[in-house]
């Protein structure tokens, strides 16, 4: 049932062994706590002036507690039990059959919330002949389906159905895809194509194509972990529940800082304090990335938003008061040409090297909180970026874009696997000529004749920065085969070498390659395997090491972290400075070609 096949569980070992000393992700279960994150809901202000309500679809296989999670919220928020979407227990069956839409309203003003939850029939594996469409979730996402559509395991919604809306609007649209998978049934899940992970997985490719935010809520972990069941405040020490995460996220291809353990009411007749803080902690970042995603509308309708050595080998400053300057300095930057309206910047590397996470990162920061704008994937050894995408970042303060964008392509691969984004085609994206929305094409470049080619690409299209991101702890790993990823980055470091264009590299993943900096990240410059690591990346790719940077991504954390931050601005102001000196640098030669006209003409006449 559901992909489900009996695998017996290991026996849990001594408590000692099953928790760690501290929390790995920090929680803070105090009711004052609580109290802020409603009130953090009742005040969300959606970011799109059509939208009404922020939608969330809640996919997962049966009995993974879908219903009883939008139960669960509902009752926080009534500050009490309710019952708002009724759930099934005695069944192997989905229980939810129709297509429904739960708002949520306010126990004490008695308005609805600024959200809503999708709730729709469990996926089964394909060989029970039951549960819902992978077709029709796709059409949920789109916006297609109207509440109270029966759900049909054995056909699909045609767009001539009276339950479809025949030209939907962002309002009907889902903002964010909430995956829920049972904690103590993650293991016996297998990976069958035609199983719940693999509909699952396929439900995911879907809502990247529509750039929908994606989170997964790790259900039931009271009984996957014997200590947790005791205390909930033991989520985040619990080793168990640490790999059931892991877990989660290895078999759908969600980071780790989009996997939320929760608990649902399911036997409880009074509400918890520890079970509300947990279910809330995960709903706000939900709400924020689904909040961003209609924003991000917003900008592309075009509508109006307002304004260990003893020493550091290399000198660093974790002070908090540090990462407030490099903050304004990043957001006061002046652009040294007229006609450049932001500073270019491309991102490239080897599949899985975290450059969409790198951009969630950078995003995070001048959000104040974690954000989703590039969708990563953690699963398959494939690319997961598909498409060019110019990501624009917001500063969450003023509400303005910085001024800077970061172009995100499909990764490298070697020639072998014959996937990986064709070396011509960044070549053409570091000259300007590839426009928004490309899809790539491992086999072939891009063409002059096609409609993503961009003719005459000026200044401010073409890039001003290459950072090539290399994961610490895979260095070794990379040869120098001609058809390899190394040998086709050093052909692209030409083409931008001739170009005249900057070049840094971002080893990412540190925290992977060294214990002592996985500890305290404030080791990076003491690490002697850190060092060695950077001095790798400068010999492989020919890059001085004064432009090489370890940083770390944000891949589990749901809160932001003070020395992360700084490690990240510590690299992104050089390259800021490197972009802005080579626009600088046409200004002048653009200055010094006119005087030599002029020059000429003078001698001419």
Known sequence: MGGFQSKPEPNPGPVCDLLFPDNWRVINFDVSRKMQMIEEVRNLKIRHPKVEHLRLLVVGPIGAGKSTLISSIESIFHGRMSQGALADTATNASFTQKFQTQKIRDGESG??????????????????????????????????????????????????????????????????LVSVLPADKIVMMDDDPEGVISKMR?????????????????????????????????????????????????????????????KNYHEEIELHNDVDIL??????????????????QVNDEGCH?????????????????????????????????????????????????????????????????????????TATNVSFTQKFQTQKIRDGESGKFLPFVICDIMGLEDTATGGGVHVNDITMVLQGHVK??????????????DPSYHRRPTLKEKVHCLVTVFPADKIFTMDHDEDGVLSKMREIRKEAAAM??????????????????????????????????????????????????????????????????????????????FANDHVGEQVNDERSSIRQLRARLSTHF
């Open 279 to 296: 279910l809330l902690s995960a709903l706000i970042p939900i709400l924020n990335f689904a909040n961003d995603h209609v924003g991000e």
């Open 436 to 449: 928004d929305g490309y899809r790539f094409k491992p086999a072939e470049s891009l063409r002059k004749e």
């Open 111 to 176: 308005k609805f919330l600024p959200f809503v939850i999708c709730d729709i029939m469990g996926l089964e594996d394909a060989a029970t002949g039951g549960g819902v469409h992978v077709n029709d979730i796709t059409m949920v996402l789109q916006g297609y389906v109207k509440d109270g559509y029966r759900f049909n395991p054995a056909g699909l919604l045609s767009k001539e159905n009276a339950n479809n809306h025949r030209c939907s609007t962002l309002n009907d649209k889902v903002h964010c």
């Open 305 to 377: 938003q307002p304004d260990v050595s003893f020493d550091n080998w290399r000198a660093i400053n974790f002070d908090v008061l540090r990462k407030t300057q490099m903050i304004e300095e990043v957001r006061n930057l002046k652009i040294r040409h007229p006609k450049v309206e932001h500073l270019r910047l491309l991102v490239l590397g080897p599949v899985r090297a975290g450059k969409s996470t790198l951009i969630n990162s950078i995003d995070s920061i001048f959000h104040g909180r974690m954000s989703q704008r590039a969708l990563v994937d």
């Open 202 to 262: 396929k439900i995911r490719k879907e809502a990247a194509e529509l750039r929908i935010p994606q989170v997964v809520l790790m259900t039931m972990v009271d009984k996957a972990c014997t200590e947790v069941n005791k205390d909930l405040k033991m989520i985040y020490r619990s080793k168990k529940i640490k790999e059931k995460m892991q877990e989660c996220s290895n078999k759908l291809g969600v980071p780790m800082t989009c996997v939320f353990p929760v």
């Open 500 to 577: 005249k264009i900057p070049q840094v590299v971002l080893m990412t993943m540190v925290d992977k390659a060294c214990p002592e900096v996985n500890k305290d990240l404030k080791m990076i410059y003491r690490s002697k395997k850190i060092k060695e690591k950077m001095q790798e990346c400068s010999n492989k790719l020919g890059v001085p090491m004064t432009c090489v940077f370890p940083v770390k991504n944000y891949h589990e954390e749901i809160e932001l972290h003070n020395d992360v931050d700084i490690l990240l601005l510590s690299a992104l102001i050089p390259i800021l400075n």
